[in-house]
């Protein structure tokens, strides 16, 4: 990993880390990497989430205390957050790794969606992250200098038919950290960002209908090819470190380039040649 190459690159540093279920989860990823680099850290998930999944072995590998917490619910998070500030003080970094589509989930068209489940896509996918900041913010969370990360796909910018609801969830996901990060940096020097990260296959992306053609599209089509949960965990563990310490409000893409190509030759060379003209 590459965070071996600075050991102590968040040295003294504490947080929280949200969302880790399994190995192949990029919040668990970021907090082998976050240890690694020094950090120290609570872990959350959901009571459900945490009996489906293995966050225990996690924990004691990082050291780390698990702190259950329903991201949807405001007194979970007061909870949370107090736990943190009795353990560290103020923390310096939060990772929102958090989203679910019961349309999906459901295989529900975008052209029939169940609305119920749709506020529930809202709630748990985008509103959260706003209360997660809101009680940080109201509980003056932060130590100056923080980061807070959340993680986004390009579908909140582009369409893509099979991500149904969540493309919006992910708009308003970035729409919050841009609003939120004006006045966490205007008070406390908190900055506070998203990474639209490549399709990768986790336990909860890999339930997305056409999922694993959207990951042979995305590296086809990627001049680097798509970027790993790895990757992604070392990235996210330099955006909580002070080498990012202007970076902020920012939709940060870590897609080995897939945002801004239109068409790439590994593509090209699997459309069958045009008919031959005819006279």
């Known amino acids: 990993m590459s965070t071996q190459a600075y050991p102590q690159l968040l040295a003294g540093k504490t947080g929280i880390i949200t969302g880790a279920l399994d190995e192949t989860s990029i ?13 120290r850290f609570l872990l959350t998930n959901t009571p459900v ?3 489906l999944g293995s966050l225990q072995r996690l924990a004691e590998e990082t050291g780390s205390e698990i702190v259950p917490a329903d991201a949807t619910s405001l007194d979970d998070l007061e909870k949370l957050y107090a736990a943190a500030q009795e353990r560290f003080g103020q923390i310096d970094f939060l990772l929102h790794s958090i989203g679910m589509s019961m349309n999906v989930r459901k295989n529900r068209p975008y052209t029939d969606l169940n609305y119920d489940f749709l506020q529930k896509t809202y709630d748990i996918s985008a509103v959260s992250f706003h209360k997660m900041l809101q009680v940080a913010w109201k509980r003056q969370a932060f130590r100056r200098g923080g980061s807070v990360v959340a993680l986004s796909y390009i ?13 919006e969830a992910k708009a308003l996901l970035e729409s919050i950290a841009r609003t939120f990060g004006y006045h966490f940096a205007r008070r406390d020097g908190v900055r506070v960002n998203t990474v639209s990260q490549s399709p990768t296959p986790t336990t909860a992306g890999s339930g997305i209908a056409g999922f694993q053609k959207m990951l042979q599209y995305g590296e086809l089509l990627s001049p680097l090819g798509n970027a790993t949960a790895e990757e992604c965990a070392d990235f996210i563990v330099v955006l909580f470190s002070d080498l990012t310490r202007k970076l902020t409000m920012q939709n940060l893409y870590h897609d080995g380039g897939f945002s801004t190509t239109g068409l790439s030759e590994a593509l090209l060379d699997l459309l069958p040649d045009p008919p031959a003209a005819t006279a």
């Open 27 to 39: 919040a668990w990823q970021t907090a082998l990497r976050a240890h690694a680099a020094g950090a």
């Open 49 to 51: 989430a945490l009996r």
């Open 155 to 167: 579908a909140a910018q582009r369409a893509f038919p099979k991500y149904d609801d969540m493309t």
